[in-house]
């Protein structure tokens, strides 16, 4: 059986991940009937072939080879339901004929990186026998440029996507005849012929050991077969045509290192065979090519109607006659081009014209969801797989949680038990760096039972179950593990805070003992201050989820309230002679603190005892001691005015003192930085003391000093809003005669404002009041009379 090239086995060349090459693969195996498929793959997957006729299963998907001792140490070789390789063993299954995988054995490919020493060779070699990525000179590339071509993928859809196409045919249908349809694998081969004799293996010299393999399998089941059929890279056809002995190929493939390896199939993307991802799979565009395999027919048609619809869906105004303009005008630029179909470029510069009305936003929303996309694949339970992702697929199925590769925001209420077990799983899964979900900001409420996690399934996720299995069985279990060994291992007392913080979200009982020892010992030999303010906040974060997810924080809060402790002895002697980086970091302690110290105030008394009082007594000490650098001081100042434990008088006397003129500019400048920086800037609006005294300090600064001061100053006041710039600019240039009053003179109660609303202004927002609470329309449902506006005035105002 041969493709006209000469005598011997059926080898089918083809390009990985191709629909043209997918449809030609059926053809010539429906025209040769043979008596084994053979395909290009890892001989360990033999087993798992079988399971692609299950079916639950659906591509992309792809097979995983990792090492058992080092689950990080894998490769994948991913399977497209247009890529040829399936599309053999799917007619494999369907007419009973044997598939095997013919490829160098996983256990040297996963050895070879390690028995090298090179980590990122590694990495390089797994995507290098991942289809579509085993040469270092691009094939299609010569090709399209021997031709004519600058593009590749333009290139290949002339020759072979749309090859034999017509009018409303299904692009690059195969001939009728024998000839026909094994013609451009004889064509194919013989231009990678003339390729193999220039570039030899194409600067990847482990292709020889790889081919040398792949003729011995060949050779067995010519022996055992009669017609055997090779599905695989065209690249590698002049070399299994070659004639050689088996001595010779047995002697390339003496002494190769092993490891031992487990194969299975896991879920894939689309977005993972583009090359976008970062994974050279060979293709562009996997949502496009997907769609040239899967059109019945007029598939330009079919395409723009996708297009359409997901712009609909978008809320951009797509009708029928769009989709007319837009696949005539694709036709029209395949004909000024030469193109025997419109492709992938027709198609795109017709949307962006016609749809999208010239802009590229929309357009690469297209791209996105269409031409990439967010397909993602799905495996049947009996595959292999480790106990961890076993229990992981029970608890996904539980709590109604299926992993998807579109990326979504999903909204927990820790209430309900069914969100409060996704909440444990999520957070459990982040300390096995099993990053599935990411926490984000909640656009509701802010409180401890609301949670709002953003959810994507990448492929390489499997890998990282697989590492996290040696800490456990159970997702649990490990995570309990993985917590415990993090413990040991934290290099800092923050990170063991933070790890405390950890167990409780992932509701890890079993770990927390351990943690709270190791946070027990390291705190109390830990004598940086700047460590124990660092790891405070995190654990008084830590028992506010005790009322939420019934966790005893008993434990926890005797540790916070002795590290709170601890830092207000050490606080002050440790903000004496630092410099301005350490002032403004330590500022950042002093913040972070007062938070915690606000927050402790819901553990019971005898736990905490007075520590906010004593908080208070520290920044007092803070805040008068010249030792203090000028931004810790007056943040201290600030923080007492906030709390009400300073009354404004003291606070204007503290900052006249600060703002004399034997203090330093420099130190005057970090003094008002610390206090009316962050927020600070309504104080000096509705305060014209605190204002007049800052006006009158930076009016009488030097001119030598003055471009010292000006960065400081500017950072401080350039992260005021935009109106609170504005106010205060209007009353510094009122002057200190006229601040009282904005509009109506020194008679005005309060700062920037009237003493009285203005009742015409209020007046004409009463009719957008009334539409906006819809009193309009309950009044033409009753019939009764219109309300009195007077009811709407403390609105309007």
Same mark, same amino acid.
């Given at each position: 059986?041969?493709?006209?090239a ?18 030609a ?11 084994? /498929? ?71 490919t ?48 002339d ?32 231009a ?15 292709d ?41 190929d ?21 977005? +993972?065979?583009?090359?976008?991802s ?36 978008? !809320? ?10 837009? /696949? ?8 000024m ?21 010239g ?11 269409l031409?990439v ?13 480790v ?12 709590? +109604? ?20 077990g ?5 957070? +459990? ?16 409420? *802010?409180?401890?039972?609301?949670? *709002?996690?953003?959810? +994507? ?23 309990t ?40 010992d ?58 301005? !980086?350490?002032?403004?970091e ?8 007062h ?16 520590l ?44 006249g ?15 008002i ?65 006229e ?14 404002f ?29 019939g ?14």
């Amino acid at each position: 059986m041969t493709t006209g090239a000469g005598p011997g086995p059926l080898l089918l060349g083809v390009r990985h991940h191709g629909p043209g090459s997918a449809r030609a693969v059926r053809a010539a195996l429906e025209a040769a009937r043979p008596g084994v /498929v053979l395909i290009e793959g890892p001989p360990e997957a033999d087993a798992l072939i079988p399971l692609a006729a299950d079916e639950d299963m659906r591509p992309p998907v792809a097979l995983l080879a990792h090492a058992v001792d080092e689950p990080g140490r894998s490769a994948f070789w991913p399977l497209a339901e247009f890529s040829p390789e399936w599309v053999a063993i799917r007619w494999a299954m369907e007419h009973g004929v044997p598939a095997r995988f013919i490829d160098l054995p996983a256990t040297h490919t996963l050895a070879w990186g390690r028995a090298a020493g090179d980590e990122g060779e590694e990495e390089e070699e797994a995507e290098a026998h991942a289809p579509g990525a085993d040469v270092r000179i691009d094939p299609l590339g010569v090709l399209a440029e021997v031709a004519g071509y600058d593009d590749p993928e333009r290139w290949w859809e002339d020759v072979v996507e749309h090859r034999g196409a017509g009018d409303g045919d299904v692009v690059a249908q195969p001939g009728a005849g024998d000839e026909d349809v094994f013609a451009p694998f004889v064509a194919l081969e013989e231009a990678m012929g003339a390729l193999r004799e220039a570039y030899g293996s194409g600067g990847h010299d482990r292709d020889p050991v790889r081919e040398a393999y792949m003729r011995l399998q060949v050779r067995a089941a010519q022996r055992e077969f009669e017609g055997v059929a090779v599905v695989c890279g065209a690249w590698h056809v002049p070399a299994l045509r070659q004639r050689t002995t088996a001595a010779a190929d047995r002697a390339l493939l003496k002494g190769l290192p092993k490891v031992r390896t487990d194969m299975t199939w896991v879920p894939w993307t689309h977005r +993972r065979l583009s090359r976008d991802s970062g994974y050279g799979a060979g293709i562009d565009s996997p949502g496009w090519y997907g769609h040239l395999f899967g059109a019945p027919d007029r598939p330009v048609e079919r395409w723009m109607t996708k297009v359409a619809g997901l712009l609909r869906a978008e !809320d951009r105004l797509v009708s029928s006659a769009h989709v007319i303009e837009a /696949v005539r005008l694709a036709g029209t630029l395949a004909a000024m081009r030469g193109r025997p179909l419109p492709g992938l470029s027709e198609t795109t510069d017709a949307v962006r014209a016609v749809m999208c009305e010239g802009s590229d936003v929309p357009l690469a929303l297209v791209h996105d969801r269409l031409v990439v996309g967010d397909v993602l694949g799905e495996v049947p339970r009996a595959a292999p797989a480790v106990p961890l992702q076993r229990d992981l697929d029970r608890s996904q199925r539980r709590l +109604r949680l299926k992993p998807e590769a579109l990326e979504r925001e999903l909204e927990l209420d820790l209430r309900k038990e069914t969100d409060a077990g996704r909440s444990r799983l999520l957070h +459990r899964l982040r300390l096995l760096r099993v990053d599935w979900g990411e926490p984000a900001a909640s656009r509701g409420s *802010t409180g401890t039972f609301r949670e *709002t996690w953003r959810l +994507r399934w990448e492929p390489e996720l499997s890998v990282r179950v697989a590492e996290a299995g040696v800490w456990g069985t159970t997702v649990l279990a490990a995570a309990t593990g993985k917590a415990e060994a993090d413990a040991v291992a934290a290099q800092s007392l923050a990170d063991v805070t933070a790890l405390a913080e950890h167990c409780l979200l992932a509701d890890l009982p079993d770990a927390l003992p351990t943690v709270m020892r190791i946070l027990a010992d390291r705190a109390a030999l830990d004598t940086d201050v700047g460590h124990l303010a660092q790891a405070l906040p995190a654990l008084v974060r830590s028992l506010r989820y005790g009322d939420v997810r019934g966790t005893d924080t008993g434990a926890l809060a005797e540790v916070a309230a002795g590290l709170a402790r601890r830092v207000f002895v050490g606080l002050p002697p440790a903000c004496a002679g630092l410099d301005a !980086d350490a002032a403004d970091e330590m500022r950042r302690h002093v913040d972070a603190v007062h938070g915690a110290v606000a927050l402790l105030g819901d553990v019971p008394a005898p736990v905490h005892g007075d520590l906010r009082g004593r908080w208070h007594r520290v920044l007092r000490v803070l805040s008068a001691r010249d030792t203090v650098p000028g931004v810790v001081r007056g943040r201290a100042v600030r923080l007492l005015l906030d709390g009400g434990e300073l009354a404004q008088d003291e606070a204007a006397r503290l900052m006249g003192l600060a703002l004399s003129p034997g203090t330093p500019p420099g130190d005057a400048a970090a003094w008002i930085e610390g206090f009316v920086g962050g927020g600070g800037g309504m104080l000096l609006v509705h305060d014209e003391r605190l204002l007049g005294l800052v006006d009158g300090w930076l009016t009488g600064v030097p001119a030598g000093a003055f471009t010292d001061v000006l960065p400081l100053l500017r950072r401080t006041f350039s992260a005021y809003e935009p109106g609170v710039r504005r106010t205060l600019g209007e009353l510094v240039r009122r002057g200190p005669g006229e601040r009282g009053s904005a509009a109506g003179g020194p008679s005005s109660g309060i700062p920037g404002f009237d003493p009285e609303p203005d009742t015409v202004r209020a007046d004409a927002v009463l009719p957008v009041v009334r539409l906006l609470l819809g009193l309009d329309a309950e009044e033409e449902k009753t019939g009764e009379g219109q309300a009195d506006d007077n009811d709407l005035v403390g609105v309007g105002t």
